[in-house]
């Protein structure tokens, strides 16, 4: 035996295979055929189920019976499959629990204004849509709180936050991704809308 701890692979293999053919009565890891001459033999070898192959995926090195190669490619690590919250990415199977959670841009996320009212989760590369969809339903949970001094009804502020959807020159609105961007963009309409009103005011005073 070999000096180092571990037995060298062809010295583990040898012994496997004595241990299989002494163990293993039903054949299930060792071949049952017998040939007579030298050459029968050879040939059997390249056909045998029991034939030793590596795994093809990229990175294991597991060897094994080429009658179990579905069985261990259904279980291998680095098997490279499709993601399984179904985003583009194609992801080793040892590597699939960490993508879905980290970087896979279909993995959910509680939209920005959960804690304000819109209570949903969304796969993360669908934020933009979703607050383009949603634009009123984030501005209805985010008057109450740039305006905290005032009281309304729901009523009132979906009036409040359709007006600001009118009065936005572009899509400034549903560009904002957070509460605290919805905010400042209200706040800048609000008294963009203000100076006008007092400018219209002093127009028509002047007249
Ligand atoms: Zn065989
Ligand atoms: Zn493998
Ligand atoms: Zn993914
Ligand atoms: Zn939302």
Same mark, same amino acid.
């Given at each position: ?151 309304? #009804?729901?009523?009132?502020? $979906? %009036?409040? =936050? ?7 020159? !572009?899509?400034?609105? *549903? ?7 919805? #905010?400042?963009?209200?706040? $800048? %309409?609000? =008294? ?7 400018? !219209?005011?002093?127009? *028509?005073?002047?007249?």
């Amino acid at each position: 035996m070999d000096n180092n701890r571990f037995w060298k692979m062809d010295r583990r293999e040898a012994v496997a295979q004595e241990l299989l053919r002494n163990l293993d009565y039903k054949f299930e890891s060792h071949c049952s055929v017998k040939s007579e001459d030298e050459q029968s033999l050879a040939e059997h070898k390249e056909s045998c189920i029991f034939r030793p192959v590596g795994c093809s995926n990229e990175g294991c090195k597991v060897k094994f019976c080429a009658v179990y190669e579905e069985q261990h490619d259904s279980i291998c690590p680095y098997k490279v499959l499709p993601c399984e919250q179904n985003c583009p990415g194609m992801i080793m199977r040892r590597e699939m629990d960490r993508h879905c959670v980290t970087v896979c841009p279909m993995r959910l996320m509680n939209c920005p204004f959960y804690h304000v009212g819109c209570h949903t989760a969304i796969p993360q590369c669908t934020l933009e849509c979703h607050c383009k969809e949603n634009l009123r339903t984030h501005l209805i949970c985010t008057l109450p709180i740039v305006h905290r001094n005032e009281e309304a #009804s729901e009523e009132e502020w $979906k %009036l409040r =936050a359709e007006a600001l959807v009118k009065a936005q020159s !572009e899509n400034e609105l *549903s560009e904002a991704l957070d509460l605290r961007s919805l #905010s400042i963009i209200v706040k $800048k %309409l609000q =008294a963009m809308k203000r100076e006008q009103q007092i400018e !219209e005011t002093r127009e *028509s005073t002047n007249v």
